[in-house]
């Protein structure tokens, strides 16, 4: 499964972007999108996914 970043509640801020292991966070024409096709919920890399922990709107929850 992967993650969702919820189009009304994203800020556009960035914060998400960097800290994808597997850069499946792009920018969209208003806000940030997540391919799903790449998206590992980083397994691997942490506990949780870095970028809900990254969030400051809490925008990002899985699909």
Not at 30 to 41: L, N
Request: with cysteine.
């Amino acid at each position: 499964m992967a993650m969702k970043i919820d189009s009304d509640m994203c800020t556009a801020c960035g914060d998400c972007k960097p800290v994808c292991p597997t850069k499946s966070i792009s920018s969209g024409k208003v806000f940030y999108k997540i391919d799903a096709a790449t998206c590992t919920e980083c397994e691997g890399h942490g506990d949780s996914p870095l970028c809900v922990d990254a969030c400051p709107s809490g925008c990002i929850a899985p699909a």
